[in-house]
């Protein structure tokens, strides 16, 4: 059986999520709604990126037993171009913190970019975001890392770079 896991913030996520299961014709549903996630031999699990982490990504995939009976694939949601070397290396990072080392060797991971509207931003986002292009905006146009100059580019702006198109490299990882 397999099955789409998704986490999902503001609903980027939740649209790749829909679209990946409208496709595949394999049932999407929220990690927080999964009772039993070892019933299932195919695992995509699909999470927007916060702070360098994937939402929900550890309190899911920990709970796999028998890793090696599953194909795992994680999409990953961001703002910044996955096409960046350095970007990609810090969401592999991240994830590695996130899993079991059995996991992380397992899972096939894709990156896919998201989306943002500051005008639907809870205030706890809000006041992260407005600390950090405060922090970053003045910097040295050397040190600004593709994924700094996405958060200056994007700042206070309804942006999206939602692509299901995407998708296709995991469709073809899962048939």
Not at 18 to 38: F, P, Q
């Amino acid at each position: 059986m397999k099955i789409i896991i998704y986490a999902s913030q503001y609903g980027t996520t939740k649209q790749y999520a829909d679209e990946l299961s409208k496709r595949t014709g394999i049932e999407a549903m929220e990690y927080t709604d999964v009772t039993d996630i070892n019933q299932y031999d195919t695992i995509v699990y699909l999470g927007p990126l916060y702070a360098g982490s994937v939402m929900g990504l550890k309190k899911t995939l920990n709970k796999i037993r028998k890793v090696q009976d599953k194909k795992l694939v994680v999409g990953t949601v961001g703002l910044a171009d996955p096409d960046d070397k350095e970007n990609r290396e810090g969401i592999m990072n991240g994830i590695k913190e996130q899993v079991h080392g059995c996991i992380y060797n397992k899972a096939r991971v894709h990156f896919l970019r998201g989306a943002i509207d500051y005008s639907n931003l809870n205030l706890k986002h809000k006041t992260m975001m407005a600390f950090i292009h405060r922090k970053v905006k003045g910097m040295k146009e050397e040190e600004k890392t593709a994924e700094i100059k996405t958060v200056i580019e994007t700042y206070g702006k309804n942006v999206s770079y939602v692509d299901f198109d995407s998708l296709n490299p995991i469709i073809d990882e899962i048939e």
